[in-house]
């Protein structure tokens, strides 16, 4: 399974980004799909996951400001970003689960978010 993030980008406090993960086959042969991120210094967290069913679940910290979104057409699942802060500078990782427990990560897409 490949998966391919884009839409990092480098923004000011307060505005918005929207990352998109690109799988090799379509989103509804996994479980579950979510989007990690990794501060220097910092373990990975989970910022937000969704599942086949459209059940979401999110990190207290991004709570009323991200939203993640599955496009089945395009076999991708997107993390919309607003009100971002400086805290949510970090590297971000797409990450997918199939129904058998694997889990398959794509490379992180780097969000700066300047004060």
């Known amino acids: 399974v490949q998966l391919q993030a884009s839409g990092g980008g480098l923004v000011q406090a307060g505005g918005s980004l929207r990352l998109s993960c690109a799988g090799s086959r379509s989103m509804l042969g996994f479980n579950e799909m979510g989007w990690y991120r990794q501060a220097p210094g910092n373990q990975r967290e989970l910022v937000a996951a969704?599942?086949?069913?459209?059940?979401?679940n999110y990190a207290d910290s991004v709570k009323g400001r991200f939203t993640i979104s599955r496009d089945n057409a395009k076999n991708a699942v997107d993390l919309q970003m607003s009100s971002l802060k400086p805290e949510d500078t970090a590297v971000y990782y797409c990450?997918?689960?199939?129904?058998?427990?694997?889990?398959?990560r794509g490379q992180g897409t780097q969000v700066t978010v300047s004060s």
């Open positions: 990450s997918v689960i199939d129904w058998n427990g694997n889990r398959y």
């Open positions: 969704i599942t086949r069913a459209g059940s979401t």
